[in-house]
C-alpha cells in the first residue's frame, strides 16, 4: 500500500517510525512508512535501520496486510517472535479514540499470530504535560563543541590488562542494562570502541558501542549505545563524564547528531535536560 502524507503528516505528533525507532525530524517523509512496509516482504534490513548493525536478520516486521491508513488516524502493526512474541500496533491519531482501537487491533492480531503480548504505542508531541513513558531526546552537534570532560576515560583496550578484566564481572553485573549482550559483542570483535570509567583500577562504567552510520537522508548519525553505572559507585558524576565523552567521540568523529531515549523523570532524562538536549516528544507503550 501507499501512504497519503497529507494524512499521515497531521498525526506524526513525535518522530518515530515502527520497527525503525526514532528519527531525526529532517528524515521524517512518507517514504520511511513505505520503506518499512517493503522490507517486511523480505525480512531484511533497510539500509539506515540502526538494528542492522548486529547482523543477522530483522525481528520485527510490519504486518502490512494490517494496516489502517485513513484520514484523521493512522495504525501500523508490527509482529516480534522473541521471546514469547508480540504484536505492537503504533496508533498515530488526534482523537482519543485512536488508542482504544489501536488496542482491539493488538489483541485481535497476537490472538492470529499466537504471541503473548499486546502492546499500543502512542507517539506523543513535546508539548505534552504530564508525559509517561519514554522521551525522545535530540543532541545536535552542529551547535556547538562538545570538549572532552575532566576525568578519566578511556577505551577499555586503552585500559591495562588487569582492568581490562575488569569489564566481564561489571557487564554480568549490568545484564539487566545490556552490557553483557553488549560484551558479548565485543568478545566477538563485531562492535565499535566502549568507553569506560574506572574507581580504584576496577571499571565501574560503561558507554558504547560507538558507532557512526548513516540516516535516510545521509547524514551520519551517531548510533544509540548502552549506558550504565554501577549502582554503588552513583553519585560520583562519572555517568555525566561518560556520557560527555561519548558526545565529544562523536563530533570528533563527524556525527551531526544523536538521537537518545530516556525514562521520564529518570536520571538519563535528568542528564540530557541539564545538557541542554532538544525534546523531540515522547512515546507511551501499554498492554492491549
Known amino acids: 500500500m501507499l501512504f497519503r502524507w497529507d494524512w499521515l503528516r497531521p498525526v506524526l505528533t513525535a518522530p518515530i517510525v515502527p520497527t525503525l525507532g526514532p528519527v531525526h525530524p529532517d528524515t521524517l517523509f512518507v517514504g520511511l512508512f513505505e520503506d518499512v512496509l517493503r522490507a517486511a516482504d523480505t525480512g531484511g534490513f533497510l539500509p539506515y535501520d540502526k538494528d542492522r548493525r548486529w547482523g543477522g536478520e530483522k525481528d520485527e516486521r510490519a504486518l502490512r496486510e494490517d494496516v489502517v491508513h485513513q484520514p484523521g488516524r493512522t495504525l501500523v502493526p508490527t509482529l516480534t517472535r522473541r521471546g514469547r512474541g508480540a504484536v505492537k500496533v503504533f496508533a498515530y491519531g488526534l482523537h482519543g479514540g485512536v488508542v482504544e482501537e489501536a488496542a482491539e487491533l493488538a489483541a485481535k492480531l497476537a490472538s492470529v499470530h499466537d504471541v503473548a503480548r499486546a502492546r499500543v504505542v502512542r507517539p506523543l508531541g513535546p508539548e505534552t504535560g504530564h508525559p509517561r513513558g519514554t522521551c525522545i531526546q535530540l543532541k545536535d552537534f552542529t551547535t556547538g563543541p562538545c570538549p572532552a570532560p575532566d576525568g578519566s576515560v578511556r577505551p577499555v583496550a586503552a585500559w591495562p590488562t588487569a582492568v581490562q578484566e575488569t ?121 492491549a
Do not use: K
Open 167 to 287: 569489564f566481564a564481572p561489571f557487564a554480568t553485573a549490568m545484564a539487566a542494562d545490556g552490557l553483557a549482550f553488549l560484551h558479548a559483542r565485543m568478545q566477538a570483535g563485531r562492535c565499535g570502541p566502549v568507553l569506560t570509567a574506572t574507581v580504584d583500577d576496577r571499571i565501574v562504567g560503561a558507554i558504547g558501542p560507538m558507532e557512526i552510520q548513516p540516516d535516510a537522508i545521509g547524514r551520519p548519525q551517531l548510533l544509540p549505545q548502552y549506558f550504565a553505572v554501577l549502582p554503588e559507585t552513583r553519585g560520583q558524576g562519572l555517568g555525566r563524564v561518560l556520557w560527555r565523552a561519548a558526545m565529544h567521540w562523536g563530533q570528533s568523529h563527524g556525527a551531526a547528531y544523536q538521537l537518545l531515549q530516556t525514562e521520564v523523570n529518570g536520571p538519563s532524562d535528568r542528564l540530557c535536560q541539564t545538557e541542554g538536549l532538544i525534546s523531540l516528544g515522547f512515546t507511551h507503550t501499554t498492554s
